[in-house]
């Protein structure tokens, strides 16, 4: 009888433990899927917050629709120009063929859509891509957005420093006929820089990977050069 009471007492212990695993275990169970579910929610909750940043800002006069770029022109034919202000080889650009591209304008054959990325923020000490596509939504506010640009372009600072300071930028705003104290009240609040990160943002997700790129009525233009722009436009018209 003893025996069978050791035996007995012995099972029961080992129920009682088994019950305590499980419960152990449903609880760690339920305590994952309770911090799965506030990561998810979390993860929800913070793309909500950047998805209406991103949809908090204001585009400059001048702006296409989508507020993704400034328009110069009304032609038929639509070109997208994709350049940051930092990019070496944007310059090398529009010291070939930015005449041409104003030129087409002029003519009323085309109407350019000019998107200021702000790709290479990393290559300076100070997010100068993003400051200068700022300042340039505050030319176009003061209706000298392609001069500046062009400016812009002349005076490009080598990656890796620090680039134009704000002062710098006023000063060439003001050269190409922008009223210093608003154009400079403009740069230094930074009006335009959550216009550059949708714009930026935007870009990207249109699968624009580099800069210079020139799209000609949404098809990629291969030859940028000013036979090659004018002869894709012409085409496209």
Not at 17 to 43: C, D, F
Not at 54 to 61: G, H, M, N
Request: proline residues 4%.
């Amino acid at each position: 009888m003893s025996s069978r009471k050791g035996r007995n007492e012995a099972a029961r212990v080992v129920r009682e433990q088994m019950a305590r695993e499980r419960r152990r275990k449903r609880t760690l169970w339920i305590s994952v899927a309770a911090v799965a579910v506030l990561v998810v929610a979390g993860l929800i909750g913070w793309s909500v917050f950047r998805g209406q940043q991103a949809d908090e800002y204001t585009a400059p006069p001048g702006a296409n629709d989508t507020g993704t770029g400034v328009v110069l022109g009304s032609g038929p034919v639509t070109i997208d120009l994709y350049e940051d202000y930092l990019c070496p080889a944007c310059k090398q650009f529009q010291q070939v063929s930015g005449d041409t591209i104003n030129q087409l304008v002029d003519e009323g054959k085309a109407r350019v859509v000019f998107h200021p990325v702000a790709y290479l923020d990393r290559f300076s000490t100070t997010e100068y891509s993003t400051r200068s596509s700022a300042a340039s939504g505050c030319a176009a506010e003061g209706g000298k957005f392609r001069e500046f640009s062009d400016a812009l372009f002349e005076r490009q600072p080598p990656e890796g420093g620090a680039g134009l300071s704000d002062d710098q930028l006023i000063d060439i705003g003001a050269g190409v006929g922008l009223d210093r104290d608003d154009f400079g009240s403009c740069v230094r609040d930074g009006k335009y820089e959550a216009w550059t990160e949708h714009v930026t943002s935007e870009a990207s997700r249109a699968g624009i990977t580099g800069t210079p790129t020139v799209q000609v009525n949404g098809k990629p233009v291969a030859d940028r050069s000013p036979d090659g722009i004018r002869a894709a436009v012409e085409a496209a018209g």
